[in-house]
């Protein structure tokens, strides 16, 4: 009895495994024409992806149990709800050339600062958020992570010669030393009006022509502690440029998340 329970659960996995694989194929599929909207080869964002190794990043083994055989690969597809927020930056990196500043508001944990340390290797990547002492720098660290985590191995990953930080709220970020233009923006900082706003129009008038633009936690549906939707949907009816929602993962969570993407002077 024992033993066909065994079997029957071993089954139940490979059986869960396989249309896990076929799932993930779908997905890349959707991912391919997002990519080729940008005329980027996917192939190529996924071998730049997997350069970077595993650690917090997209890519993962994949074993098969038949005959051993190790592969790496892009998960685009996950249970939990996988982000995709740094395959998309991955995409930016091939489709901008010559980058010399990069930007962005909302440190955070500083995995995607590190990310973007290593896909712009050549350009300075600069970063704000929060100093360490304000009430809510505490109360994000506190919710998202434990301290001990929190400030190590964030400090580790910001260690990168070419990685600027600005411990500073961003109501003062007219008044840093800042260049004048970037080629690629992340906005990931405070998700409230008024100072989501300021953020945006910052952002938007510093990007270069060409460069890319990047809102992160895009929501669909309402979220009253989230007002990034309201605010970017506020600026893609003024702006000529035209405004790409791409989703972060599968399958959507209960407020289904999403990256908004502009680039400068790609009009509608």
Known sequence: MEQEWRGNMIGGF???KEMDKIQNNVER???KERCEIFSIDITDVEQRLASFGEDGMLVSRFNDDADGYKF???RYYDEQGLHLNRFYYAMASLALKDVRNVFEIGTGDALSTVLLSQLFPEARIFT???PQGDPRFKRWRTKSAPETMRG???QERLRAENIITYEKNTFFLPSLDLPERFDFILVDGAHKYPQLAGDIMFAYNRIVEGGFLFFHDYYEKKASSCHV????DWMAERIPERVFTFPMGTPPKKLEQKMALLVKGLNK
């Open 29 to 31: 599929q959707k991912m």
């Open 229 to 232: 939707k309201q605010v970017v």
């Open 152 to 154: 190590k191995q964030r």
């Open 14 to 16: 490979g059986r869960k």
């Open 72 to 74: 790496k690969s892009v």
């Open 128 to 130: 704000i958020d929060l």
